[in-house]
């Protein structure tokens, strides 16, 4: 049996056991969903005209092939907000309650004009789509109103009892985002503009650009005021490693205490930027699709999703089998668990090699962090010379 029949059959099973029939209908739409993770597993493309040379079937031609995938993708009954989130839950079913889910949220600029914004779970270095939305935008700035209803799915694709701490850059710097992580229970780390306006205690307002601490230094603010919301800063700028080298100050608004470990957890916002980049050249070549229409783009985004979730699932079985090197060439861990288990299933069937749980991750701390050398991993962790304002 050929490696793609029988990871299609893996992956049927699972959309079967896992999806409700009442939400995806006709079970021809999880059969395609299942032909466009494999066509995207060995093509190493979202070009979908070349995902029909890995479909075994009875289409004899290629234009009949491409022609399945064109119309799931323009399918208005294929909605990834139902779809997606009980294949989330299952990957994240041994997660317990009350455990810290950092969640980052940014955009990313597409071809033609379109911008994605996407929420996505921070894991092992790498960042796993949660929710997402597809609109016609002239920059990547965007407003309150354009990404609520990204919060709303996030919310509802988690699952129930995790601490959320939400993570993100000065674009999403918004009142109403604060105020909604507070009705719903959410934390969150968000970074704020040298222009932005803080209110300390008795004090007039300043911005943020005349706290700046020293080359080095951080600074610690307790019960501040931005926006109207009382909340605890947390401001550092780094002693950069070049001498000319421009410094970006930090300046993280938080609704928690804030300390040395909130800049530390800030900084896990920049693994939302290695999925996005799996998006593009490091991975899935999205521009490839070519497509021009807000709903196919967010279907394919649904399709880089399902394939984001299956490779780090299967590539988190690799590690914790102690097999990473068959598909690693670092002596160390070099490759994301993405690429271990895109690695591993494109080999796995042709090669008689052993078959790992197609949707899980373990919620343990990373047992093999990612390094880029030795030398690097070496160094001492950046120390801060610390002063804080006002009580916790």
Not at 10 to 33: A, K, M, S, Y
Not at 302 to 317: E, N, Q
Request: hydrophobic share 40%; glycine share 6%; proline share 5%.
């Amino acid at each position: 049996m050929s490696g793609s029949l029988q990871m299609y059959r893996t992956l049927v099973t699972t959309f079967w056991e896992q999806i409700p029939r009442r939400i995806f209908g006709d079970i021809r739409r999880l059969r395609t969903l299942a032909w466009a993770v494999i066509g995207l597993c060995f093509e190493k493309t979202a070009n979908f005209s070349k995902w029909g040379e890995a479909v075994i079937g009875n289409a004899k031609y290629a234009a009949s092939r491409e022609r399945r995938f064109k119309r799931w993708l323009y399918n208005e009954h294929v909605t990834p907000a139902t779809f997606y989130p009980p294949l989330l839950q299952a990957v994240l079913a041994d997660w317990k309650p009350g455990q810290r889910a950092y969640v980052a949220l940014d955009t990313s600029v597409l071809p033609n004009g379109y911008v994605l914004i996407r929420t996505a779970l921070v894991y092992r270095g790498r960042a796993l789509p949660v929710a997402w939305r597809v609109f016609k935008h002239d920059s990547a700035s965007v407003s309150y109103e354009d990404y609520k209803l990204v919060l709303e799915q996030t919310l509802e694709a988690l699952p129930d009892g995790q601490t959320v701490v939400l993570l993100a850059d000065r674009g999403f710097l918004h009142r109403q985002l604060m105020q909604f992580a507070r009705q719903v229970g959410w934390h969150y780390r968000l970074r704020a503009k040298a222009s932005t306006l803080v209110y300390l205690e008795k004090h007039q307002g300043v911005r943020m650009s005349q706290l700046r601490p020293p080359k080095g230094h951080a600074h610690f603010y307790h019960g501040a005021r931005v926006l109207g919301e009382k909340v605890h800063l947390a401001l550092a700028t780094p002693v950069p490693e070049e001498e000319d080298k421009e410094i970006n100050p930090w300046y993280v608004v938080s609704d928690e205490p804030t300390d040395v470990s909130t800049l530390d957890e800030y900084g896990l916002r920049f693994d939302i930027e290695e999925n996005f980049l799996d998006d593009k050249s490091n991975g899935f070549q999205v521009e490839a699709s070519r497509l021009d229409d807000t709903q196919a783009i967010g279907r394919l985004f649904f399709v880089l999703a399902v394939a984001t979730l299956h490779f780090t699932s299967v590539g988190v079985g690799v590690v914790k089998a102690k097999m990473r090197r068959w598909v690693d060439t670092h002596w160390d861990r070099g490759a994301s668990y993405l690429k271990i288990g895109w690695g591993w299933l494109r080999q796995q069937y042709r090669k008689g090699w052993q078959t790992f749980t197609p949707f899980w991750i373990d919620p343990a701390p990373d047992p093999e962090p990612a390094i880029a050398s030795r030398r690097q991993a070496a160094q001492p962790k950046r120390a801060w010379v610390v002063s804080c304002f006002g009580l916790p």
